[in-house]
């Protein structure tokens, strides 16, 4: 009798465990599918201003960077759930909108657009929701791999190879040289 009852408590800790594990997961999932959101979105405002930038495009030093956007654009739509590769595209576009705008200054056209000037200010208000989505995303993922590397329940997870350590969001430089809001 006390073989069994403990054989049902183990079993319903284990089951514990795992619910509270697939739970973690599903935030950490629904946190990401918000940062891949914003980075969408901001992807959405950089190809505006790279359709204001291509008819100074003749101006512009490093015309690379409109081919490289070009290239981003397409790589972005073929993925959803790849973070690393979705990473990897965020740093680029940060770098192309880096160029455009440090090249864009010497342009005297651009220097008074107001449509510029809107989708300036709306790419910073989306990188502002991009940090605050990371640190909810980072807090997600450290619960999770708090709750998985927890003493008695890395045991049991051993087990189960499916719920492994995940990795934090890291902001980058780039995101960090972005231009700063010009508010009237």
Same mark, same amino acid.
């Given at each position: 009798?006390?073989?069994?009852?403990?054989?049902?408590?183990?079993?319903?800790?284990?089951?514990?465990?795992?619910?509270?594990?697939?739970?973690?997961?599903?935030?950490?999932?629904?946190?990401?599918?918000?940062?891949?959101?914003?980075?969408?979105?901001?992807?959405?405002?950089?190809?505006?201003?790279?359709?204001?930038?291509?008819?100074?495009?003749?101006?512009?030093?490093?015309?690379?960077?409109?081919?490289? *956007? $070009?290239?981003?654009?397409?790589? =972005? &739509?073929?993925?959803? !759930?790849?973070?690393?590769?979705?990473?990897? @595209? #965020?740093?680029?576009?940060?770098?192309?909108?880096?160029?455009?705008?440090?090249?864009?200054?010497?342009?005297?056209?651009?220097?008074?657009?107001?449509?510029?000037?809107?989708?300036?200010?709306?790419?910073?208000?989306?990188?502002?929701?991009?940090?605050?989505?990371?640190?909810? *995303? $980072?807090?997600?993922?450290?619960? =999770? &791999?708090?709750?998985? !590397?927890?003493?008695?329940?890395?045991?049991? @997870? #051993?087990?189960?190879?499916?719920?492994?350590?995940?990795?934090?969001?890291?902001?980058?430089?780039?995101?960090?040289?972005?231009?700063?809001?010009?508010?009237?």
């Amino acid at each position: 009798m006390n073989f069994i009852f403990l054989f049902l408590l183990c079993f319903a800790y284990i089951w514990f465990v795992l619910d509270k594990l697939i739970c973690c997961e599903k935030e950490v999932n629904k946190s990401w599918k918000k940062i891949f959101v914003q980075i969408q979105r901001r992807l959405d405002f950089a190809e505006d201003i790279v359709n204001i930038f291509i008819n100074f495009k003749d101006k512009f030093k490093n015309k690379i960077v409109f081919d490289d *956007f $070009n290239n981003i654009k397409r790589s =972005f &739509n073929n993925l959803v !759930n790849d973070r690393n590769q979705i990473m990897k @595209i #965020n740093k680029q576009l940060c770098y192309i909108l880096t160029t455009i705008f440090r090249e864009s200054e010497n342009i005297y056209e651009l220097k008074n657009n107001i449509r510029l000037k809107e989708l300036k200010y709306n790419i910073v208000r989306t990188e502002d929701k991009i940090i605050y989505e990371q640190q909810f *995303f $980072n807090a997600n993922i450290k619960r =999770f &791999n708090e709750t998985r !590397n927890f003493f008695p329940n890395n045991l049991y @997870i #051993n087990l189960f190879k499916s719920f492994k350590l995940k990795k934090f969001f890291n902001a980058d430089e780039f995101e960090r040289s972005l231009p700063k809001s010009e508010e009237n």
